[in-house]
């Protein structure tokens, strides 16, 4: 059975990361953007790795381009937005496609496990995919889902 655990992805500093470094966490993953409506996400984000981050929560963000060109900026650019402007101490992936031919492998098995409104997938940016602690995939979030509406959602992995 695949898991989370199975992947690679870069992250915004060049680095491959196995994703098996999250092995027995809880994973929020998220395809995100610099200049989108749902930007100011970023801070309910960075507030549930405050709260949780300690407990087991990791999250992951995934800047991605394809949704009306809202992350037009590279790596260096991407991170000193998230820095700046929200605080972002999370771990922050290079850009990615999600969906299309060049879907990151990892968006691919998240859009197979739980598909949204758009059968296989992502509607827009700042889709969220909540993880469990046997890497399995738990629930899928509109993007107009705030952070601060997953709180029950966490608590209920973390404890499992």
């Known amino acids: 059975m695949t898991a989370l655990t199975d992947f690679t ?49 990791q999250i992951l963000g995934f800047p991605c381009n394809q949704f009306g060109g809202q ?33 990151h492998p990892l968006y691919e098995w998240l859009k197979s496990e739980k598909g949204g409104l758009l059968g296989g997938k992502i509607k827009w940016n700042f889709t969220k995919f909540l993880v469990g602690k ?12 705030k952070p601060e509406k997953l709180t029950d959602d966490i608590e209920k992995a973390l404890a499992s």
């Open 134 to 145: 046997d890497g399995q995939v738990i629930e899928r979030y509109a993007p107009t889902t």
């Open 71 to 103: 992350e037009p900026g590279e790596a260096d650019e991407i991170g000193e937005f998230c820095q700046r402007n929200y605080g972002v101490t999370f771990q922050m992936m290079d850009k990615i496609d999600v969906n299309g031919s060049n879907a």
């Open 9 to 57: 992805a870069r992250t915004l500093d060049g680095e491959e990361k196995s994703l098996a470094d999250y092995k027995g966490q809880v994973v929020l993953v998220v395809n995100t953007a610099s200049k989108c409506g749902f930007t100011p996400q970023y801070k309910g984000l960075q507030e549930l790795h405050e709260a949780y981050g300690d407990k087991g929560l």
